[in-house]
């Protein structure tokens, strides 16, 4: 099956999808989301103000098709569960989490949709959150499975591994033989393959460690019968320690687990002022105006369907991953004034040209770009402490 027949399959009308927004930098309000007598979810009526929201954008796992339309998100963790379904634009909030509650977003498609229900990598929330959650499409996992020689099983499962350490950086150079999928002493599952491009699985030959694409190492298990397993994956950093994930599976689903959750980092605040986190305040000023009431939406453009605008940073990343681009690359986020997400959506004024032709920063306190030059100021830290 060619990579533009897989393409065409996905976008049928099995599943609706919205790409078009990636036009421009700035989104409309997501339609009902949540409650369907208030569908408008920046409406404070329509959440609880003791309780926290995760909030995201439902998307194919591996980009080909973009954001989801019709897909329910659940809480896994909580009980009751909290649910929602995507807007138009792919877009899901789920409200009233308590503080402190750790859950697995689990997607479940649209009527006749392609795809496999989806468990995705746990989240902590301790304030809200914004955080992408996927979604594994079956044409995608057929093609991969011919293009690997391996058989499909009946009545299986597929795990994706994302393969980040604490501080939300890639594990790289992992041998596949080393990353085991465990029932008690015995491998289960086909695999692992690494992802040796950002859309499609290599064989071990081809690919036998890990390698970082667009950021992210990752690795995947065909075939995996239902039960409970523990996935066990080297700790460069400590030997003695190995990443162990426990992780249940259900017959024709797919599982997404990470084998850390970034810590958080931070330095002490000056008297008086409010602390800004990048999953909670930063982030969802960079995906869409409707999330917050104001924004940049910067992840419509910078995305990984528009790589050339910056191909060090990709907006659509998922909160962790992105920060760590940032923190990566030198004069982001820490150079005070002159860090470049500062900087660039400034509006200059004559006779300096604007460095940013579809969006420049508003004045005020409460502006997208007084929000990013004080969270700089405070450290830039990734996320509050447990």
Known sequence: MTSTRLIDL????LVALSVGSLVACVGDPPEALQNPDNPDPTDPGNTDPTGFKLSGTVMDYTDLAGALQGFSVATNGLTPPVTATSATDGAYLLANIAEGSTIQPAVTPAANALYRPTTNTAVLVNADVTQNVYAVAEPWLTQQLLGLQVEAVKDTA????????????????????????????????????FFGTATSLSTVADVPNSVAIDGRARAMFLNVPPGSYKLNVPNPDNVDQP??????????SAVIAATAMPTPAGVGLPSGQDALYFTGDIYPLLQRVALTGFGCAAANCHSTQNPALTPQLRFDKEAALLHADMVALTGTID????ST?????????PPELPDHPNYTCVTGTN?????????????APLAPPP
């Open 10 to 13: 996905l976008r049928t009308g």
């Open 158 to 193: 597929v795990l994706a591994v994302e393969l980040v350490d604490p501080q939300g950086q890639p594990l790289v150079d992992i041998p596949a033989a080393d990353i085991q999928l465990l029932d008690d002493q015995q491998q289960v599952g086909a695999g692992p393959y």
């Open 243 to 252: 990443y162990v994930v426990d992780v249940t599976f259900v017959a024709n």
């Open 335 to 338: 150079n005070g004034e002159l």
């Open 341 to 349: 997400l500062y900087k660039k959506p400034l509006r200059e004024l």
């Open 367 to 379: 502006a997208p770009c007084a929000q990013i030059l004080l969270w700089i100021t405070q450290g």
